[in-house]
């Protein structure tokens, strides 16, 4: 614990210092920086709440683009709607980078995607379960690979040569093409935020 605190003592020590001394427009062609977070989320349709980890690769290819992967593992669906047994996706596609003269770097992305889900079904009763049916008792869709599209807002702000803050927002839209009785949505909005590394 003590270690902890000491490094993230250290990495405050650095952004203030930093922020102190640079001026002007921080990134550059050929800066790269990546992250990884929790990533909370509301499923539209469902209105339900999802946890997913979310990691991201981003490359400026000039000072306006930059080519950005991103990778969504879902953990789990809070509350007692489920629609979804498991919702992974990944995205790749480029980001347009607004100019400011500082180091807060706003920024829009566009980005196709596909996701690898399977859905929960209805409950199968049995006597054994009729009391207090689980999800472990709902029948369950086939996975299937979902095409998506995605839509981003965020900014960054590097406060240091190596860290970065970061937070975002990122519209997804698709639909489950399951072998369920009807069209399952996919459309979702999630959030990022944290602590990301940048190298130069």
């Given at each position: 614990?003590?270690?902890?605190?000491?490094?993230?003592?250290?990495?405050?020590?650095?952004?203030?210092?930093?922020?102190?001394?640079?001026?002007?427009r921080?990134?550059?062609?050929?800066?790269?920086?990546?992250?990884?977070?929790?990533?909370p989320?509301?499923?539209l349709?469902?209105?339900?709440?999802?946890?997913?980890?979310?990691?991201?690769f981003d490359?400026?290819?000039?000072?306006?683009?930059?080519?950005?992967?991103?990778a969504?593992?879902?953990?789990?669906?809070?509350?007692n709607?489920?629609?979804f047994?498991?919702?992974?996706?990944?995205?790749?596609?480029?980001s347009?980078?607004?100019?400011?003269?500082?180091?807060?770097?706003?920024?829009?992305?566009?980005?196709?995607?596909?996701a690898?889900?399977?859905?929960?079904?209805?409950?199968?009763?049995?006597?054994?379960?009729?009391?207090?049916?689980?999800?472990?008792?709902?029948?369950?869709?086939?996975?299937?690979?979902?095409?998506?599209?995605?839509?981003?807002?965020?900014?960054?702000?590097?406060?240091s040569?190596?860290?970065?803050?970061f937070?975002?927002?990122?519209?997804?839209?698709?639909?489950?093409?399951?072998?369920?009785?009807?069209?399952?949505?996919?459309?979702?909005?999630?959030?990022?935020?944290?602590l990301?590394?940048?190298?130069?």
């Open positions: 614990m003590l270690k902890q605190k000491l490094v993230m003592c250290f990495m405050a020590i650095n952004c203030f210092a930093f922020s102190q001394t640079e001026n002007g921080y990134i550059h062609k050929g800066l790269i920086r990546a992250m990884a977070t929790i990533s989320g509301v499923l349709e469902a209105k339900a709440n999802t946890i997913s980890i979310h990691g991201n490359v400026y290819i000039d000072e306006d683009i930059s080519l950005r992967s991103d969504f593992y879902y953990l789990n669906t809070l509350g709607e489920k629609p047994v498991f919702n992974h996706s990944v995205f790749s596609g480029a347009y980078h607004f100019k400011t003269v500082s180091h807060i770097d706003p920024y829009i992305a566009f980005q196709p995607g596909i690898i889900a399977r859905s929960y079904g209805p409950y199968v009763i049995t006597p054994t379960n009729q009391v207090n049916p689980t999800d472990d008792d709902r029948a369950q869709y086939k996975t299937t690979a979902d095409p998506l599209l995605s839509g981003v807002v965020g900014f960054n702000y590097y406060a040569k190596i860290f970065h803050l937070i975002e927002s990122r519209y997804v839209f698709g639909t489950h093409l399951s072998d369920a009785p009807g069209p399952t949505s996919l459309s979702e909005i999630k959030f990022s935020f944290g990301g590394f940048n190298f130069n």
